[in-house]
């Protein structure tokens, strides 16, 4: 008789939360693709990720624009900042062929376009990159999209996801940092908003933060990570998500 060989409950469950975190594309699948655009998100799709991630900001003429930097120069080449220019300029501009001369013609999306590249059982994770004067268009973008129940809102600024919970309390919203210290403060904090947890730079990441983060019952996820090393390090200390540049590197060391 072949001897059985007992492992606890617990122990399974854990094995399993740590076998499949979230995998979300940090701006899309940005290593090969550029990034914030629509060809990102729809490669990171192909690659079967959990969720992409973009970032957001208004425009002059209140458009909710996808881009990362306070200007666009690095992703287009020429200079214009978002606030103080109107949608219909931005998007003449050619975001793809800094990344790869293919990717020509590839515009500053507006969010209305990410999100509609969202497949079903999928999440898009919004950045919000500027300050509240985004949310009247925000709530009217995604409230139009039919999908507000597959967004996530993540920011910096405190008090920018903090009102962002105010505004969409059925969605999670995880406050963003890399300053351990601040994690610390803000452990009580992040309960008494109702906030769903913290999104940390893997640098500061440790089991001490873990464990409190459990037993105040909120998750934590992590940005941003290429290394197959890091990530399960990440995974084994109870990371919830990983975001990458590399979702489909993840996807085949995690999953």
């Keep these: 008789?072949?001897?059985?060989?007992?492992?606890?409950?617990?122990?399974?469950?854990?094995?399993?939360?740590?076998?499949?975190?979230?995998?979300?594309?940090?701006?899309?699948?940005?290593?090969?693709?550029?990034?914030?655009?629509?060809?990102?998100?729809?490669?990171?799709?192909?690659?079967?990720?959990?969720?992409?991630?973009?970032?957001?900001?208004?425009?002059?003429?209140?458009?909710?624009?996808?881009?990362h930097d306070g200007t666009t120069k690095r992703t287009t080449g020429e200079t214009y900042k978002p606030s103080e220019t109107n949608s219909d300029?931005?998007?003449?501009?050619?975001?793809?062929?800094?990344?790869?001369?293919?990717?020509?013609g590839e515009k500053i999306p507006f969010l209305e376009e990410?999100?509609?590249?969202?497949?079903?059982?999928?999440?898009?994770?919004?950045?919000?990159?500027?300050?509240?004067?985004?949310?009247?268009?925000?709530?009217?973008v995604v409230k139009k999209s039919g999908k507000q129940k597959q967004m996530i809102f993540i920011a910096f600024n405190w008090e920018t996801i903090v009102?962002?919970?105010?505004?969409?309390?059925?969605?999670?919203c995880y406050w963003l940092s890399s300053s351990k210290p601040a994690v610390q403060e803000k452990m009580g904090e992040i309960v008494k908003n109702k906030l769903d947890g913290?999104?940390?730079?893997y640098s500061i990441v440790d089991q001490e933060t873990v464990s409190k983060a459990k037993e105040l019952g909120f998750d934590v996820l992590s940005w941003t990570i290429d290394d197959p090393a890091e990530a399960k390090r990440l995974v084994a200390l109870g990371v919830k998500a990983i975001t990458t540049n590399r979702p489909d590197l993840m996807i085949s060391t995690l999953k």
């Design 1 to 67: 008789m072949k001897r059985l060989i007992y492992i606890p409950v617990f122990l399974l469950t854990n094995l399993a939360i740590q076998a499949q975190p979230t995998i979300i594309a940090h701006r899309g699948s940005s290593y090969v693709a550029p990034e914030n655009t629509v060809a990102a998100a729809n490669l990171a799709w192909e690659q079967n990720a959990d969720a992409v991630e973009c970032d957001i900001y208004l425009s002059k003429d209140n458009r909710v624009v996808v881009m």
């Design 89 to 104: 300029v931005l998007r003449t501009l050619d975001a793809g062929s800094w990344k790869d001369p293919k990717y020509k």
């Design 114 to 140: 990410l999100i509609a590249t969202v497949p079903k059982g999928k999440k898009m994770v919004i950045e919000i990159k500027c300050g509240p004067e985004v949310f009247p268009a925000l709530q009217k």
């Design 163 to 172: 009102k962002a919970k105010e505004l969409f309390p059925k969605n999670a």
């Design 198 to 201: 913290i999104n940390l730079a």
